[in-house]
């Protein structure tokens, strides 16, 4: 069991001192039921349990970076004024949500932006949990510019749009205690949860990549929390990923999660291959599911593209203000003969600014019909992070708009392009969505960008706007749209003119091209993205995200949890209710007090670590072996998928050792007994059309081998690179199950191999074959102990722990121990770390029979 404490999680993960590390003190918790607060007890249950009274209804703990709070100083002076900030995503969800007519109670945890005096922090804490459920979290101004405009904005932020810090002009390189800024932050955030939570019933849904070692800090307190993660810009691929110094302690974190949502499938692949090749994990779909197997808890992972507030874009839109920019603008574009295109961005080195000015500089020097007519309104919104970047960005944008102006601005009063870089109201933006004829989105590199989805809806516009625009009829509503294919809504948008924004050329014609459309053409387009974005709303998106988290979440209570590893390497081992480890004192009990002992044991995984170079047996496991081979009360079996002749050379100084090989087709009782087969003996020319295929996909597949053993044939790819592997071993065992199917043989798939070998064949019947024999000796077994750490094991323990009621092989008194290798999900009911272990145990066992043996030869000199 994981020590309950976890005050020092955040010094062994960033190596601060412990005056940082130790900010953990006994804080007021703040109940569920109104008006009472008692202290949080910090050695609570670390499985989750509470004495906290339930929530009366379903309660979501949302984290972000920031509250969906503005905040403002009263013009007197004297204290702060609070409101919700209407653009907030994580408040447009708690609205969609509510409009559905769901129950579900929201808490904010997160930042204010403005700072907040170190005085008024208590006072501020008690109002924005009274009137807007908001918990803030207040980070030291130093610690905020570390991790915010530090680690978030320098390291992941960049990296995660596919920039690597090739100099240390471009993103800066990795900067260790900003990385400590960072846990710290995170550290802090965590706190914050830990005084509202009600651990047994709220789910904790965290947001971005601001938070990504938080699941950490919640599990290792919590081990039952029900944890939601959702990632707002991309994943990078796993080349670029592995970049990062620290790659394994957030995808271990992230792992700690139930569910992990992304945008679009690629940024899922993306993280799945990075959990593949760093942390040898491998997902499985399941009814539509996808879900990675971590130390015996499924993490499930969502690919759901956010929405846009339909209800709130559709009341801006109704607004007077709005009607009035609208006909402001109609004035100023249509009604003198031009046809808008627009652009929304930040003012960021992503979003493709200038490369947008440059395609709308070849779009006027190729296509001289449209000079004087078109004009590119390029909206730049504040960028969210600082540097020379963003300076370069915005001076080079100018630049390249004046220039353009200068050399295409005719006649006079005509500037093909107007740049906009001061904030704009809500409701003037969406007047421009109104009125532009198309949008233009050319991001380099970008997350959901739901500027498109805003522009499809402002198109369709209401009755009012209609008028303005002269629309005779709802029919002739349209909207088109230009954009990136490196963004996250591309592949949603399926009408959309889709560019490398880097070909500035291409991104010229596809906006000619979306102009020129025929206008039933451009008709169909709108109507059937309109279909779309009206229906996956972002009420769609959190309900669809709560609904598959509360799936996750449902076996929680009964599973059996313990903590394991230190700082983030931390996590939780989830296990069945009857699954547990192998207690030395209680196996050498029984062992002590029986007569007649089965013990069969794997080979490699077990006795032998799968990652050792020489596999040969030790010279201690050859002592240990013979030691209870020697106890006439025993019969010790090993089974292994390896050729007899091998492991009749490895073990040949085991006189009294039954031996299993090639998956127990071969089998012999003592070294000087003859090989005898489990199953009739088989005809092998089968392998005649097996091995040309497997040499095939071992020829095209670097780092594979072929094992070719007298009745099996192997295909491994433990040296390949894991994804070619993988899909090379899918399509090997489609191709050897289609060219085999009228052969006597089975082909099945393990870990990292393919394999061939005849039916009926399998290490269960190695077992069921030594429990009759030895009760055809009148050696019933009162102990039986199997030690295994594959599938191939598995049939094993199938076999002994289902034979007392089917057979009378063993009796109802027979002490039975089916032990896996590692925690995860198996048919035996105990298990042990690791092969160190396993060896421990056998020597225990071995000494017990040791001082058996030395008491009897005392005794027979006694006498």
């Known amino acids: 069991m994981a020590s309950r404490s976890y005050s020092n999680l955040l010094e062994l993960a960033s190596g601060e001192p412990a005056s940082i590390s130790q900010i953990r003190r006994r804080i007021p918790r703040v109940m569920t039921v109104a008006g009472i607060i008692s202290d949080f007890d910090s050695d609570s249950d670390s499985d989750g349990s509470s004495s906290a009274p339930s929530s009366p209804r379903d309660r979501t703990i949302v984290v972000a970076n920031q509250l969906p709070i503005s905040a403002r100083r009263r013009t007197d002076g004297r204290g702060w004024e609070f409101s919700w900030d209407k653009d907030s995503l994580l408040l447009q969800l708690k609205d969609a949500i509510g409009d559905r007519g769901s129950d579900m109670e929201f808490v904010y945890v997160g930042c204010l932006r403005d700072e907040i005096p170190a005085a008024n922090q208590d006072e501020v804490s008690q109002v924005l949990l009274e009137t807007f459920k908001c918990v803030p979290a207040f980070l030291p101004p130093d610690l905020l510019v570390r991790y915010y405009h530090g680690f978030c904005k320098q390291q992941l932020w960049p990296l995660f749009h596919y920039m690597l810090p090739l100099s240390p002009d471009l993103g800066g390189r990795f900067d260790r205690s900003l990385w400590q800024a960072y846990v710290s932050a995170n550290k802090i955030f965590a706190d914050k949860i830990l005084e509202v939570i009600n651990p047994d019933d709220d789910f904790v849904w965290v947001h971005d990549y601001h938070l990504m070692v938080l699941p950490t800090f919640l599990r290792k307190r919590f081990n039952r929390v029900k944890l939601g993660f959702f990632l707002h810009s991309p994943f990078p691929s796993s080349e670029i990923y592995k970049t990062l110094p620290v790659r394994e302690e957030l995808l271990r974190s992230l792992l700690n999660s139930d569910l992990i949502g992304f945008h679009t499938f690629d940024y899922a692949r993306h993280f799945l291959s990075c959990c593949g090749r760093m942390l040898g994990l491998s997902y499985e779909s399941k009814r539509g599911y996808i879900g990675l197997e971590y130390y015996g808890r499924t993490v499930s992972i969502k690919i759901l593209p956010v929405g846009i507030h339909l209800d709130q874009l559709k009341s801006v839109l109704s607004l007077p203000e709005t009607e009035k920019k609208v006909q402001e603008l109609v004035e100023q574009f249509l009604d003198k003969g031009r046809v808008m295109v627009l652009g929304v961005d930040d003012m960021d080195i992503f979003k493709g600014i200038s490369l947008k000015l440059l395609a709308m500089e070849e779009l006027l020097k190729q296509h001289q019909e449209w000079r004087g007519k078109i004009v590119l309104v390029q909206i730049a919104n504040p960028a969210r992070g600082r540097g020379k970047g963003v300076k370069e960005v915005q001076a080079e944008s100018f630049a390249t708009m004046k220039r353009i102006n200068e050399a295409y601005g005719e006649p006079p009063g005509y500037d093909p392009i107007i740049l906009i870089d001061e ?37 369709q516009g209401n009755q009012q706007l209609d008028n303005v625009l002269g629309l005779a009829s709802p029919a002739q509503k349209k909207s088109m749209l230009v954009i990136s294919e490196f963004i996250g809504c591309s592949p949603s948008l399926s009408g959309a003119v889709r560019v490398n924004p880097w070909n500035t050329e291409a991104v010229a014609d596809a906006m000619v091209n979306a102009l020129e459309m025929k206008e039933q053409e451009k008709q169909f387009r709108h109507e ?8 996956h709303d972002v009420g769609y998106w959190a309900n669809s995200f709560l609904q598959d988290l509360q799936r996750t979440c449902r076996d929680h209570s009964t599973r ?48 032998m670590p799968q990652a050792s170079i020489d596999k040969r047996p030790s010279t201690k496991s050859i002592e240990i072996l013979n030691t209870l081979c020697s106890d006439k009360n025993n019969v010790v079996f090993l089974v292994s998928a390896r050729s007899r002749a091998t492991l009749g050379h490895w073990f040949a100084p085991c006189e009294n050792l039954g031996v299993a090989a090639e998956h127990g087709y071969f089998f012999r009782l003592k070294r000087d007994a003859g090989w005898e087969t489990c199953v009739p003996v088989a005809d092998f020319n089968w392998k005649q059309i097996a091995d040309p295929v497997m040499s095939l996909y071992m020829e095209t597949t670097d780092g594979s081998m072929i094992d070719d053993k007298e009745t099996m044939l192997v295909w491994s790819y433990e040296d390949a690179d894991p994804d070619f592997g993988s899909c090379q071993a899918k399509e090997l065992l489609d191709h050897l199950e289609s060219v085999l199917a009228n052969e006597p043989v089975s082909v099945k798939s ?29 050696l019933t077994p009162d102990f039986v102990l199997c030690i295994g750490d594959d599938r191939s094991d598995e049939d094993m323990f199938e076999v002994i722990t289902t034979s007392i009621p089917s057979t009378s092989s063993l009796t109802p008194t027979t002490e039975v121990f089916a032990c896996t290798v590692g925690q995860k999900p198996s ?13 421990r145990l056998m020597q225990g066992l071995a000494t017990v029979s040791e001082q058996a043996l030395r008491t009897q030869q005392n005794d027979q000199i006694d006498t």
């Not at 059937?528 to 229906?535: A, L, P």
Request: glycine share 8%; with cysteine.
């Open 423 to 459: 904030p704009l109201p809500f409701s003037h933006r969406i007047a421009y969505y109104v009125v532009a004829e198309c949008c233009l989105v050319t991001a380099v590199r970008d997350g959901m960008n739901l500027i498109p989805y805003e522009y499809i809806i402002s198109r």
């Open 528 to 535: 059937k993205h309109y279909k779309y974005v009206s229906s």
């Open 560 to 607: 059996r949890n313990w903590g394991i590893g230190f700082g983030l390497g931390f996590r939780v081992v989830a296990l069945d209710t009857n699954f547990r480890k192998l207690a030395m004192e209680h196996i050498v009990s029984a062992y002590k007090r029986t007569r007649t002992r089965a013990i069969l044991l794997d080979y490699d995984g077990t006795l």
């Open 750 to 778: 393990g870990q990292h191999i393919v394999e061939v070998k005849p039916q009926g064949v399998s290490k269960g019947l190695v077992a069921r074959r030594l429990l009759s024999t030895m009760q055809e000796r009148g």
């Open 827 to 839: 048919k035996a009911k105990y298990y042990l770390d690791d092969t160190a272990e396993i060896v």
